[in-house]
């Protein structure tokens, strides 16, 4: 069974600071780690794909890494507008299972 | 404008009454899928779609149905909701499997 957890479950951070976000994961055959982002009372907003260990993707002040057992989220110099719920999530491959972690709820202080 | 689109956003009914989920794309998406978020849960997959007459269960489907008789509708449906099926539901469409989801609004479901 796929298993996702990430940590930690609450973060806040000053205006500035730098930090990471951990996502840790068990699947059988790995298709894609998706990270997303979830403001209160919406839907998930999409942020990445990442497909193998090794692999950056970058946006803004957000940076995401892959090993082949855990995800980072890396936050650069965070803004108020960053603080959100991020959440992970794998998909196996051989179906359209997708299975999320709980979240990091992350809160930048101006 | 690209998006999901879920109906209604609240829902208050008793146990027992039949409802429907409404979830439409207009993205000409594959795949939909209906999760279900509670707290201390996060989002659990319901069912999901691959194409049209292409449904299957994900890890929560006890009683719920759902439907893909056109490409962009998706509904979700409860035949004879309980009090354990109060939750936050959301709709989402992908294009395939390299990409990443496209969520709904949410619908808050409240069965009393």
């Known amino acids: 069974e796929d298993q996702v957890t990430q940590s930690p479950e609450a973060l806040r951070l000053q205006e500035g600071e730098s930090s990471s976000l951990n996502c840790s994961y068990t699947?059988?055959?790995?298709?894609?780690l998706f990270w997303y982002r979830q403001d209160p009372g919406k839907g998930p907003e999409f942020l990445f794909t990442?497909?193998?260990a090794g692999e950056e993707k970058e946006k803004e002040r957000l940076k995401a890494t892959l090993t082949k057992k855990e995800s980072f989220l890396h936050i650069t110099a965070p803004k108020p507008e960053d603080s959100a719920t991020y959440l992970c999530?794998?998909?196996?491959?051989?179906?359209?299972?997708?299975?999320f972690g709980t979240g990091t709820r992350l809160t930048i202080i101006p | 404008e690209a998006q999901v689109t879920q109906n209604p956003r609240y829902l208050i009914t008793v146990t027992g009454k039949k409802l429907t989920v409404t979830c439409s794309q207009n993205?000409?998406?594959?795949?939909m899928s209906w999760y279900r978020q509670d707290p201390g849960l996060g989002l659990r997959q319901i069912y999901y779609?691959?194409?049209?007459?292409?449904?299957d269960k994900g890890d929560v489907p006890e009683g719920y149905k759902v439907s893909r008789k056109e490409k962009r509708n998706f509904p979700l449906i409860l035949e004879s909701p309980s009090p354990n099926q109060t939750s936050l539901y959301f709709c989402?469409?992908?294009?395939?499997?390299?990409?990443?989801?496209?969520f709904g609004s949410g619908t808050r479901l409240t069965v009393v």
């Open positions: 699947v059988s055959g790995l298709r894609g």
């Open positions: 993205m000409n998406h594959e795949y």
């Open positions: 999530a794998v998909n196996n491959f051989g179906n359209e299972k997708l299975t």
């Open positions: 989402a469409s992908r294009q395939g499997t390299d990409y990443g989801y496209t």
């Open positions: 990442l497909y193998s």
């Open positions: 779609s691959m194409n049209v007459e292409v449904t």
